[in-house]
């Protein structure tokens, strides 16, 4: 006899799939979710009829771990051209249904209409929604804003902050910050980390002056810092900043993030050899060229910039457009990878889910499907296409297929 009250929700959920990666495919085609993590995986197994538990058929579906976009500007980008060319903030919604049970939200350009404090309500407010959502303190200036006045004790005292950023080195928009302005915030960053149990990333806007990777480089030549700790993003936005990045990525052991720039001209440039001097390359064609240069693919990371500009400068650095970034770029150039064979799905997964888990240091409960690892899973059709996303054990987005619940 169930002593369950009516609308409570069932304590276990048993997922039926028809395959499983967690990146590497497993002999499993069933998981078991129990308090928000996978407490089992196997292919027949048995739950007492009496235990309040939701049975879940989706055996045309295959299950990989949920996806981590590590660069999102959940409170909206932009105001290079005006306070009219504010980007929109982001809805849960947006981000599930592209399979992405995880963000870490920006600052960016703009840290004077949209704040720390800010950032942190838009986090905690889409934690309250269902999506796993962390922050970054600080922008693209420096000194960097924060939420108690110090690098350290934000990292120290607010769960939500892993990290610094977005800091911008080689733009026109950075604060052109000096090297040993760069030292110190990195340091300030690792420290305050350590004393909370975290990684403390520092997440580094890279654009597209000529000192490239130079700043970063120099870092890490010169001084102790290890190269997990600063991330440089954007590295796909020239040909000749990718080329450095393959260098520096092989250089250091580092890990370079590629943006899923949303440029609808891209594609039909590189298909028909047009690529233009040295415009940007799509992150399909990023992660290809980065592979040909001998970076291995642990060393490479993917994220949208969703919801942040993509503003355009004439030859003197004048405001001429915006576009507003979005995160299907991300899903569809992932997809690509594994469609035309640069990559088999075992190998591209980490590029969305277990390589950021690592950067971001959620990697002893993100980033994998393993017992005792958060019920983060995506639900993808034979297209690649994702239809369901669960976030500890709770489903965010979707819910077509078969669902059982006990009497």
């Not at 045309?60 to 771990?65: G, K, L, S």
């Not at 403390?200 to 000529?210: A, L, N, T």
């Not at 993030?257 to 594609?267: C, Q, S, V, W, Y």
Request: charged share 25%.
């Amino acid at each position: 006899m169930s002593h369950r009250h009516p609308g409570d929700r069932p304590l276990l959920t048993h997922l039926r799939v028809g395959r499983i990666y967690a990146p590497e495919q497993v002999d499993a085609t069933e998981i078991l979710l129990a308090d928000g993590r996978i407490a089992a995986l196997g292919t027949d197994l048995q739950v007492p009829s009496d235990w309040p538990v939701d049975v879940v058929r989706a055996r045309d579906r295959t299950a990989v771990p949920a996806f981590i976009d590590q660069h999102v500007h959940v409170t909206g980008g932009g105001g290079e051209g005006g306070f009219g060319t504010r980007a929109p903030e982001i809805t849960a919604r947006e981000i599930a249904c592209m399979g992405i049970g995880t963000v870490v939200g920006v600052l960016g350009t703009d840290s004077v209409s949209r704040s720390p404090a800010d950032l942190l309500a838009k986090i905690r407010g889409l934690r309250s929604e269902g999506i796993a959502a962390y922050m970054y303190t600080g922008a693209y200036r420096v000194p960097p804003p924060t939420l108690t006045g110090d690098v350290q004790r934000d990292l120290a005292w607010i769960p939500e902050v892993i990290g610094v950023g977005e800091l911008a080195i080689s733009d026109h928009r950075s604060s052109q910050p000096r090297h040993d302005e760069i030292e110190r915030i990195v340091s300030e960053a690792r420290v305050g980390a350590m004393l909370a149990g975290k990684r403390g990333i520092c997440h580094f806007h890279v654009g597209d002056g000529e000192r490239g990777l130079e700043p970063l480089s120099r870092l890490l030549r010169e001084t102790e810092i290890p190269a997990t700790q600063v991330i440089p993003t954007h590295v796909n936005r020239s040909q000749r900043l990718l080329a450095q990045a393959a260098d520096y990525a092989k250089e250091f052991g580092a890990l370079v993030d590629i943006t899923a720039f949303d440029d609808p001209d891209a594609e039909s440039r590189e298909s028909d050899g047009r690529s233009g001097g040295d415009d940007g390359l799509s992150a399909f064609r990023a992660v290809g060229r980065l592979l040909q240069h001998g970076v291995p693919s642990q060393q490479i990371t993917l994220s949208s910039d969703c919801n942040g500009s993509l503003p355009e400068f004439d030859d003197e650095g004048r405001y001429a457009g915006m576009r507003v970034a979005r995160n299907t770029t991300l899903i569809s150039d992932w997809r690509r990878l594994v469609r035309e064979g640069v990559l088999p799905l075992e190998d591209a997964l980490p590029l969305i889910s277990g390589n950021v888990a690592r950067v971001l240091g959620l990697d002893e409960g993100k980033g994998r499907l393993a017992v005792g690892f958060e019920a983060d899973i995506t639900l993808l059709d034979d297209e690649l296409q994702p239809r369901e996303t669960w976030v500890r054990g709770r489903r965010v987005y979707g819910g077509s297929a078969s669902v059982d619940s006990p009497m």
